[in-house]
């Protein structure tokens, strides 16, 4: 699986929008960027999956460049609610969806202030 | 809402004992994958089964072992406790018959303390 770098910690205000970057230099042709969110004493949560360009949801959009050598996460507004660890994966989707292993690196602290 | 259920949810446990971890999948998922995630890490990849098998490993000893029941439930064991044994370890589960990947589904974790 194709190695990523992150921040190892962010901050921000509540309000603001926050935008975390991800860089993936060796990505595969069939491999997808993944984001969770973790909170303490918890499992980490699937936030959003992408391939290509920009993709959103209900929580977050996730931008692509056209090389895909990097991928940024974009959480808007974002609360004290926030305030989690964010960790981006990237991995060949047609075994993640079955069942390849994820790996995670030490992922990116966001911490949210008043 | 039928998530995944792992219990108990903390463990204290001497040196040299045995632990068994229990883990039941989020209803419709057929495959479960254990991680153990250390203080200030992100969670790495003991194994994971399908269909009552181990299907892929990652660079753990021996001593670490698992089983998955027909109704798609789980349990990890880790024999000869160590004191770096200690962590949260996380189950996942997945499904393969999804179209699309909706991500791993994580329970909230067993504290494993080894004293």
Same mark, same amino acid.
């Given at each position: 699986?194709?190695?990523?770098?992150?921040?190892?910690?962010?901050?921000?205000?509540?309000?603001?929008?926050?935008?975390?970057?991800?860089?993936?230099?060796?990505?595969?042709?069939?491999?997808?960027?993944?984001?969770?969110?973790? !909170?303490?004493?918890?499992?980490?949560? !699937?936030?959003?999956?992408?391939?290509?360009?920009?993709?959103?949801?209900?929580?977050?959009?996730? !931008?692509?460049?056209?090389?895909?050598?990097?991928?940024?996460?974009?959480?808007?507004?974002?609360?004290?609610?926030?305030?989690?660890?964010?960790?981006?994966?990237?991995?060949?989707?047609?075994?993640?969806?079955?069942?390849?292993?994820?790996? !995670?690196?030490?992922?990116?602290?966001?911490?949210?202030?008043? | 809402?039928?998530?995944?259920?792992?219990?108990? /949810?903390?463990?204290?446990?001497?040196?040299?004992?045995?632990? /068994?971890?229990?883990?039941?999948?989020?209803? *419709?998922?057929?495959?479960?994958?254990?991680?153990?995630?250390?203080?200030?890490? *992100?969670?790495?990849?003991?194994?994971?089964?399908?269909?009552?098998?181990?299907r892929q490993r990652g660079n753990f000893p021996d001593?670490?072992?698992?089983?998955?029941?027909?109704?798609?439930?789980?349990?990890?064991?880790?024999?000869?406790?160590?004191?770096?044994?200690?962590?949260?370890?996380?189950?996942?589960?997945?499904?393969?018959?999804?179209?699309?990947?909706?991500?791993?589904t994580f329970g909230s974790g067993t504290r494993l /303390?080894?004293?």
């Amino acid at each position: 699986l194709a190695k990523t770098t992150q921040p190892v910690s962010m901050d921000s205000y509540e309000g603001q929008e926050v935008n975390i970057t991800c860089s993936h230099n060796n990505i595969a042709t069939n491999d997808y960027i993944t984001w969770y969110q973790q !909170f303490p004493s918890q499992g980490p949560r !699937f936030i959003i999956q992408g391939y290509k360009t920009k993709v959103t949801n209900e929580v977050a959009s996730l !931008f692509i460049p056209a090389d895909r050598k990097s991928s940024t996460l974009s959480l808007p507004r974002v609360s004290l609610s926030d305030t989690a660890v964010y960790y981006c994966l990237v991995g060949d989707e047609r075994l993640t969806g079955g069942g390849n292993k994820l790996t !995670f690196g030490t992922g990116t602290q966001l911490k949210v202030e008043l | 809402d039928a998530g995944v259920t792992q219990s108990p /949810t903390h463990l204290i446990k001497t040196r040299g004992q045995q632990v /068994t971890l229990r883990c039941s999948p989020k209803s *419709g998922h057929d495959t479960v994958s254990w991680y153990q995630q250390a203080l200030g890490q *992100g969670p790495q990849f003991i194994f994971q089964y399908y269909e009552e098998e181990e299907r892929q490993r990652g660079n753990f000893p021996d001593r670490f072992s698992g089983h998955q029941f027909p109704n798609y439930s789980s349990e990890l064991n880790v024999n000869a406790l160590l004191l770096g044994d200690s962590a949260l370890y996380l189950c996942a589960s997945s499904s393969t018959r999804d179209s699309f990947n909706y991500g791993y589904t994580f329970g909230s974790g067993t504290r494993l /303390t080894v004293v």
